[in-house]
């Protein structure tokens, strides 16, 4: 399927372009040759329907956010991203509505919240309204040209539900916001194409952090069991944590961390500023996803000089990954570990790419091949035919 080869470049709409005025969805247009330069082929858009405040609040699936724009945006934005071989993936939001949603009828008989949120109003998903409703939202905005359809919150809403309403006549591809759990389980009762790897993303930041290496080996353990059921949707960053720059302990190890994701298998997710090395707190407060949400300028040339290191960092790993597109369902071996040295390798068929990574003060001798020496907090790969 295409999704095998898809790198997306996850952009937050309203955070992105806050500081444009009216018909902000074509601020997005001036990005689409950055995203390619950088090696993505998709953009995987935060929510663009009418909604009360932050997107996912919403009032209306049919209608494009006053904020960004009208329909005829959003065909604009959707024909010149698919003239470029962009595919484009939406944000549906379905546990969860507005107080002001436009079919208060469809609420939970017991008034249940989302998470405590007084103003996100959870749906019933065992009325069968709501499941209609929900498919022909999805079909509403295939039909438009969409390719995917990001899932949020689906940990929260029954995963039956989405295998009756998923949409099955057409090659879209679906994942759902999964958070912890059995990630399989949920895929096979559900009929979703992947779920994202929250397991993964914890183990690389806190792995590097702790120099203790055993938790990403055990965490990849993990992974790999999960590739007999599906490909997992993979970041190192998104829309509803802290910025992967500021996560990190010590910045040396930014390129640890990237060499990591774009290593493993998975369908990877690169969230916009993370490519510039953005710094952002994520807080649990009002407003406290504004930091990691911010606006960017008209065009990449208003971007600061500081920050095109890491995205040609990025441009040279997705290189890899580009030359290497088994990468996507390889497993990955652990050949040597200690707290603050490993080496990965990922192998599919009789093609390996072998990842030596080492977070200590001095140098380390791996005894692997023709015992490589790795300086002090670098890494380096070794690829094989």
Known sequence: MWADHAIWWQIYPLGFTADQPAHRLAHLENWLDYAIELGCNGLLLGPVFASETHGYDTIDHFRIDPRLGDDA?????????????????????????????????????????????????ALDHSNPAVAQYVGDVLRHWLDRGVDAWRLDAAYAVPPEFWRNVLPRDRDAWYFGEVIHGDYAGYVEKSGLDSVTQYELWKAIWSSLNDGNFFELSYALGRHNALLDTFVPQTFVGNHDVTRLATRLEDERHLGHALAILFT??????????????????????????????????????????????????????????????????????????????????????????????????????????????????????????
Do not use: C, M
Not at 78 to 103: C, T, Y
Not at 108 to 115: V, Y
């Open 73 to 121: 945006d959003f065909d604009r934005l959707v024909a010149k991203a698919h003239d470029r071989g962009l595919r484009i993936a939406l944000d549906g939001v379905f546990n969860h509505v507005a107080r002001s949603f436009v079919h208060p009828e469809w609420f939970r008989a017991d008034g249940g919240t989302f998470e405590g949120h007084e103003h996100l109003i």
């Open 264 to 385: 493993v298998a998975g369908v990877p997710s690169v969230y916009y500023g993370d490519e510039q090395a953005f710094r952002g707190l994520k807080e649990d407060r009002v407003g406290g996803d504004d930091a990691i949400r911010p606006a960017f300028p008209d065009t990449p040339e208003g971007l600061a000089s500081y920050g095109w290191p890491t995205y040609r960092l990025h441009q040279d790993l997705i290189g890899l990954r580009r030359r290497h597109p088994w990468l996507t369902h390889a497993r990955t071996t652990v050949e040597h570990v200690t707290n603050q040295t490993i080496a990965l390798r990922a192998r599919h068929g009789d093609e390996s790419v072998l990842l030596l990574l080492n977070v200590s003060d001095s140098d380390a001798e791996f005894p692997v091949e023709d015992a490589v020496v790795v300086p002090p907090h670098s890494w380096k790969f070794l690829t094989h035919p």
